[in-house]
T-cell receptor, first 114, second 115 residues
Framework: AQSVTQLGSHVSVSEGALVLLRCNYS??????LFWYVQYPNQGLQLLLK??????LVKGINGFEAEFKKSETSFHLTKPSAHMSDAAEYFC????????????FGAGTRLFVKA | EAGVTQFPSHSVIEKGQTVTLRCDPI?????LYWYRRVMGKEIKFLLH????????ESGMPNNRFLAERTGGTYSTLKVQPAELEDSGVYFC?????????????FGQGTRLTVV
């Protein structure tokens, strides 16, 4: 079975500081991994995806994530936080043996302080 | 191109009533999924349609939930009768290709409150 674990339900950073949201996955097959973001009162938006090509994946709004097989991690980073980044972020894996349904982590709420 | 749209965006109903949620996937997407997030919990899979057929309904909580996808286009999720624990945000997603892994596109969600 595939799963993802997000470390930290809440992360708070100052504006301009590095954003690091942690995600570890468990998968018996090469995983397809995603980060989604949910802004207040909006739906889920895809930030970026890893599909076994480049291990460093760049997404929208300056975010990127690095796939590390040895660490089974897919952490999300952004060099400089902006107030508009305040949202909830979900790491997810595609269940390749289960109709490619999306399996989500518990989510990490990012707070950005002025 | 229109994205995945869900109706209504919010619904408040009394315990015991019936509610029907609707999802319009992106045109041409054969795969349609329903998910639910109960307050403070993870987003959980409910079921998966491929065209009009239920591919996987292992996540449906009980027989008070009924999903349909007539003609392989839009889908409805009916809760009858609603219970307090059904409150949460219901997401719909669609994905393009059968058997190929592409990302799913999500709707805005329907926030259901059962009082």
């Amino acid at each position: 079975a595939q799963s993802v674990t997000q470390l930290g339900s809440h992360v708070s950073v100052s504006e301009g500081a590095l954003v690091l949201l942690r995600c570890n996955y468990s998968s018996s097959v090469p995983p397809y991994l995603f980060w989604y973001v949910q802004y207040p009162n909006q739906g889920l938006q895809l930030l970026l995806k890893y599909t076994s090509a480049a291990t460093l994946v760049k997404g929208i709004n300056g975010f990127e994530a690095e796939f590390k097989k040895s660490e089974t991690s897919f952490h999300l980073t952004k060099p400089s936080a902006h107030m508009s980044d305040a949202a909830e972020y979900f790491c997810a894996v595609s269940d390749r043996g289960g109709g490619f349904k999306t399996i989500f982590g518990a989510g990490t709420r990012l707070f950005v302080k002025a | 191109e229109a994205g995945v749209t869900q109706f209504p965006s919010h619904s408040v109903i009394e315990k015991g009533q019936t509610v029907t949620l609707r999802c319009d996937p992106i045109s041409g997407h054969d795969n349609l999924y329903w998910y639910r997030r109960v307050m403070g919990k993870e987003i959980k899979f409910l079921l998966h349609f491929v065209k009009e057929s239920k591919q996987d309904e292992s996540g449906m909580p009980n027989n008070r939930f009924l999903a349909e996808r007539t003609g392989g286009t839009y889908s409805t999720l009916k809760v009858q009768p609603a219970e307090l624990e059904d409150s949460g945000v219901y997401f719909c997603a669609s994905r393009e290709l059968l058997g190929v892994n592409t990302e799913a596109f999500f709707g805005q969600g329907t926030r259901l409150t059962v009082v």
